[in-house]
């Protein structure tokens, strides 16, 4: 099969249908009116995999209150899943209840470059793409297939985005939440003296202030 272009930041998502292991599922449909992490791992039954999704399941609560829907996806069988998610419930007690795409043809993987032939040609490494509510690519994370993801890092950047849209504001290096965000620079010289005579501000320049939300 032809690889396609990977798809960029500022990209619409790809559409798709595909099996799940909580049914068929149309991409456009499932995204709509929400904020979605899809993310490939190379296996089923693999232990740095194991981990990861455990880990997507464990924060549940976190995504729903950031409004924001969960998908994997492996070149697996729909069987080989569920057969993963039962034994990862039977031995851990974590339930990976959201859709896992089985994949067995690679058309997702190819759709959104996740085949990487220098890496593997039969297995996805390990991406993460987030995709706001209009269905548009926001940040692509990608990690070989023997290095785990940092699920602290993807919590932060998911909050970083919405809180960048929320505020129309920047986040500066090593954000948390709570901490100030980084104020867009003045485009006029009126805009300019407003930022001067802002006490609110903390200003390292004029080109750089923050502000607290």
């Known amino acids: 099969m032809e690889l396609k272009p990977m798809p960029r930041i500022g990209d619409q998502a790809p559409d798709f249908e595909a ?63 569920v057969a993963w998610v039962q034994n990862v419930r039977e031995k851990t007690g974590v339930y990976m209840d959201f859709p896992i795409i089985a994949d067995l043809d690679m058309k997702v993987a190819h759709l959104y470059g996740m085949l990487h032939p220098g890496a593997s040609s039969t297995a ?26 940092n699920m602290e890092e993807i919590k932060r950047v998911l909050v970083a985005l919405q809180t960048a849209d929320q505020y129309s504001c920047a986040m500066p290096v090593n954000w948390t939440p709570g901490e100030k965000v980084i104020v867009p620079p003045p485009k006029t010289l009126e805009e300019l003296d407003a930022r001067l005579a802002n006490s609110e501000y903390e200003k390292i320049d004029f080109y750089l202030a923050k502000k607290s939300l």
């Open 124 to 149: 996805a490494v390990r991406a993460v793409f987030f995709i706001d509510p209009q269905g548009v690519i926001r940040l692509i994370m990608y990690y070989p297939l023997n290095v785990g993801r």
């Open 19 to 81: 099996m799940t292991t909580t049914g068929q599922l149309k991409f456009s449909q499932f995204n709509k009116d929400s904020w979605v992490i899809m993310f490939s791992h190379p296996a089923d039954f693999t232990p740095v995999c194991t981990t990861e999704l455990s880990a997507f399941a464990n924060d549940k609560d976190f995504f729903q209150k950031h409004h924001t829907k969960l998908i994997g996806l492996s070149i697996d069988s729909i069987h080989s899943h």
